[in-house]
């Protein structure tokens, strides 16, 4: 087993910028793929960003590309998503998740943590 902690989010201002990050203990992340995942009240859970395996191209979804960056960090069991230049439209909860391929469907992916609520405020 996997367990996932996430950790970063708040309120914050259209422009600014956001760290996110997702912890997992119980056993080493560098088997898997990692993605973050976002839903936003009345959506569907969307894949945001992902990343396979060590030295994988990651995943951006076009609506964050050029302004979300993902990174894992094996040392230190965990997974980042750095978020630039936030808009109103970023706001939901932001989820880590743990699997073997980076696909868009929630359904494919093995482990989840908790979530993050991200508020960005125009």
């Known amino acids: 087993q996997v367990q996932l902690v996430e950790s970063g989010g708040g309120l914050v201002q259209a422009g600014d910028s956001l760290r996110l990050s997702c912890a997992a203990s119980?056993?080493?992340?560098?088997?898997?793929?990692m993605g973050w995942f976002r839903q936003a009240p009345g959506k569907e859970r969307e894949l945001v960003a992902g990343?396979?395996?060590?030295?994988?191209?990651?995943y951006y979804a076009d609506s964050v590309k050029g302004r979300f960056t993902i990174s894992r960090d094996s040392a230190k069991n965990t997974v980042y998503l750095h978020m630039n230049s936030v808009k109103p439209e970023d706001t939901a909860v932001y989820s880590c998740a743990a699997g073997g391929v980076v696909q868009s469907s929630p359904r494919h992916w093995t482990f989840w943590g908790r979530g993050t609520q991200v508020t960005v405020s125009s």
């Open positions: 990343i396979g395996k060590p030295l994988g191209s990651p």
């Open positions: 119980g056993r080493a992340l560098t088997p898997y793929a």
